[in-house]
């Protein structure tokens, strides 16, 4: 069976940098392993009220993607130094109802980018803080801070996965590498 690996950004902004990170990200997984990204702007805000026989449509949607996937890469921003709400709703939606965490077991890798200069390094341990509670095995090292973003890139808008230097991508390749050791081993 082919594994599947699903990409969440946690941002919802057109050009947004760790959109762009994440689709860069995707170029860079081996042939081998099938990619796909999970949405999760469509998704009502957790209320355990709303956990009923018949709970929100896009819940059970994203439920369903959610457990076809075998591992999860955030990609995510920092905002006033946490991890955005959207993202954090989505690790509530699927976190529940209780007994049934459906992020439990899945490894994961954390992104943050921010055109400043300390990469997100907040919202990237906040996150990682809300993982550990989810039970997703998380690739410590190397942590992906993609601080000063736009200074990765070449030329101007509208920037692709060809915009970032030939250095970025060589470090991209590391942490997609280390994380599909990290995934492998712990499928062995
Ligand atoms: C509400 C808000 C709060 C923000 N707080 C932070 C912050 O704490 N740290 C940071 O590095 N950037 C912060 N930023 C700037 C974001 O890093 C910047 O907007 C970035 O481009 C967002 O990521 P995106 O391009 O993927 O949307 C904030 C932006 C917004 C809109």
Do not use: C
């Amino acid at each position: 069976m082919t594994t599947t690996f699903g990409f969440i950004v946690g941002s919802l902004r057109h050009g947004s940098y760790n959109q762009l990170v994440a689709d860069t990200f995707q170029t860079l997984i081996p042939a081998q392993y099938a990619t796909t990204k999970l949405a999760i702007a469509q998704l009502p805000y957790y209320n355990p009220d709303l956990e009923t026989d018949d709970p929100p449509v896009a819940w059970t949607a994203f439920r369903a993607e959610l457990d076809q996937v075998d591992g999860v890469l955030f990609f995510s921003p920092e905002y006033n130094r946490d991890t955005p709400a959207v993202l954090k709703n989505a690790l509530d939606v699927a976190s529940r109802p209780r007994g049934q965490n459906l992020w439990a077991g899945k490894p994961a890798l954390v992104v943050t980018t921010s055109p400043g200069s300390l990469g997100g390094y907040a919202a990237n341990h906040s996150l990682r803080a809300a993982l550990t509670e989810l039970d997703m095995p998380t690739l410590q090292q190397p942590e992906a801070y993609i601080g000063n973003v736009l200074t990765h890139l070449k030329g101007g808008e509208p920037y692709t996965p060809d915009s970032f230097e030939a250095g970025t991508m060589q470090f991209f390749g590391v942490i997609v590498d280390a994380y599909i050791r990290f995934f492998e081993q712990l499928n062995k």
